[in-house]
């Protein structure tokens, strides 16, 4: 039999894990290319080299083409491409991820599909955000009237340290421009915020689909897990951008981003949290898999590629 053709794929325990990557790489108006185990990027001001395996997200906004070659690294090297639009506020598409095993998108179905462990994770995660309060018997009722209030509070802490006279929330989302600086502000910080938790659930093997608290979208689980970090880093980060004068928003707010990103360590905490939040305690679900295994009905799981025929009399 001929060999596979091609290079083949790197062992996971080669690679580096996303939580000791980089946050994200965006680029706009460019060309992405390969260059051995380096991403190139390349314009009008030239051309820089990027290892593939220390970026998180490769986030690719309008007037970027990307060759066949730069893919296959990226794919390889478990590094997540995701397709953004203007002002990198519209997400289009992303890549494959770092996982190769279906134990988190497994846990994360089931608890989707069991209403009482969907709402004791979904208590769970508001926990985190009130450190200082029992949500233990609290309804999701209870729990979104306090995050309503909560955000509110954010919004408002952020515009006073700042200075700035506060209304509201508004944007449209057809129209970027539309918004006043602060708006568009928040539109970029919370883009970014999003395509970088969307990198590390796509990462560890999760489904951006299946949301405990959101629901109903191809992310819904993107935004539960994003809104444990936004009033920490999303929403501090565009108030500051919107009054330091800024001529160009959405630039200095993903720049200011990914500095705060790196500064709180948040790939690394969103790895932690959201495999704290989907093992509920059980530890072999943090063991590495990268095997295939056959589902057993009454032992769970048994290892693939083993011939079981010995084990019942087949009367043909």
């Not at 970027?64 to 506020?89: I, K, N, P």
């Amino acid at each position: 039999m001929k060999p596979i053709p091609g290079t083949p794929p790197a062992r996971v325990s080669e690679l580096s894990r996303i939580g000791d990557r980089l946050s994200f790489v965006y680029t706009e108006r460019s060309t992405i290319h390969r260059d051995a185990n380096a991403v190139t990027v390349t314009d009008q001001r030239g051309v820089i080299h990027v290892p593939a395996a220390t970026i998180g997200a490769l986030v690719l906004g309008p007037g970027t083409r990307v060759t066949h070659q730069a893919m296959m690294l990226l794919a390889d090297s478990g590094s997540t491409a995701v397709w953004v639009g203007e002002q990198g506020v519209r997400y289009y598409a992303h890549g494959r991820g770092l996982s190769r095993s279906s134990r988190w998108i497994e846990a994360q179905a089931a608890i989707v599909s069991n209403r009482n462990r969907r709402l004791a994770v979904a208590r769970d995660m508001y926990g985190r955000r009130f450190p200082d309060e029992d949500v233990t018997g609290a309804t999701m009722q209870q729990l979104r009237g306090r995050e309503g209030a909560r955000v509110k509070r954010a919004y408002r802490s952020a515009a006073d340290a700042v200075g700035l006279d506060w209304s509201k929330r508004t944007y449209d989302s057809a129209d970027f421009s539309s918004g006043d600086p602060v708006n568009q502000a928040l539109s970029a910080a919370t883009a970014c915020l999003y395509g970088v938790v969307h990198a590390v659930v796509v990462a560890l093997g999760c489904s951006p689909a299946l949301g405990v608290v959101h629901t109903g979208h191809e992310r819904s689980f993107v935004f539960d897990v994003a809104d444990l970090y936004k009033t920490d880093s999303a929403i501090p980060v565009a108030f500051r951008i919107a009054t330091s004068a800024s001529a160009d928003i959405p630039g200095d707010t993903r720049r200011a981003m990914r500095d705060e990103i790196h500064r709180q360590r948040l790939l690394q905490r969103c790895v932690q949290d959201i495999q704290s939040l989907l093992a509920e305690g059980d530890s072999s679900l943090v063991e590495d898999w990268d095997v295939i295994y056959l589902w057993d009905g009454s032992a769970g799981r048994v290892a693939g590629g083993t011939d079981y025929a010995a084990e019942v009399d087949v009367p043909w």
